[in-house]
């Protein structure tokens, strides 16, 4: 069977669809991507520390509803945020991110690079570190702090898991000019992405893993056979 690969422009079209025509509150699609992320890193059966990067959008979100489960299932999961207190999600993530200040899952706020020897510190004690900062979303370079950091994980030499794409990297394109995370491991949503396409046949990037999410074949459909007309 051919690999379904949508741009960036069609998977925003895939997620619009599905929430206002199909009727699907982007919570459940949220919440669908964190647990099978969740799912696929259970496999790996890691016994240390799990590290969850967190940027302020979906990506981030997704990395809320990724700690819950892992911690629901024993694991010990940090959950590191590279903003301030001041700078408030939005929508589902908001709502994730309530979730887990409710639970009491550890959650801490770095400020970089004044944070940087403590986020060392943190990334060499992890035994998988899960990138969920950057989405699909992000042109270009990543800026600071997201550079940092993304040079942090590379140069902690412990496995990562992507969410979606690995920060850094161009959803279209692939490599950018900067830094963009190595990860061991993609778990992509819905389908490839051209970037990770490029990436692959490049030979720079780890296994990937198309997690379904809950979107229905008719929505695929309609994308995909708009790409063709």
């Known amino acids: ?15 619009s669809i599905a929430i206002e025509e199909f009727g699907i509150p982007g919570i459940v699609l949220m919440e669908n991507a964190g647990r099978g992320v969740a ?17 302020k959008g979906n990506n981030g979100g997704d990395g809320f509803v990724i700690a819950r489960h892992l911690e629901n299932h024993g694991f010990r999961v940090t959950v590191v945020l590279f903003h301030s207190a001041e700078e408030n999600f939005e929508g589902d993530a908001a709502t994730n991110f309530t979730i887990l200040e409710n639970a009491g899952t550890p959650l801490l706020r770095l400020k970089i ?14 035994e998988w570190i899960v990138d969920a900062m950057l989405g699909t979303g992000t042109r270009g ?6 550079l940092e950091v993304i040079e942090a ?9 992507a969410v ?5 990297l161009d959803c279209d394109l692939g490599p950018v000019e900067g830094a963009t995370i190595r990860a061991s491991i993609i778990a992509t ?3 490839l992405k051209p970037g990770l396409l490029v990436s692959r046949e490049q030979g720079g990037i780890g296994k990937i893993e198309v997690v379904d999410i809950g979107i229905p074949r008719g929505v695929l459909t309609r994308v995909v056979e708009a790409q063709q007309s």
């Open 1 to 15: 069977m051919e690999e379904l690969v949508l741009s960036r422009t069609q998977s925003r079209a895939v997620d």
């Open 39 to 55: 799912e696929l890193l259970m496999q790996e059966a890691p016994t240390g520390p799990v590290v969850i990067l967190c940027g």
């Open 113 to 126: 690079p004044d944070d940087l020897k403590q986020l060392h510190s943190l990334l060499a004690e992890a």
């Open 141 to 146: 370079r990543a800026r600071s702090p997201f």
């Open 153 to 161: 994980v590379n140069e902690s030499g412990q496995a990562v898991l």
């Open 164 to 168: 979606d794409i690995p920060s850094g």
């Open 189 to 191: 949503f819905v389908s």
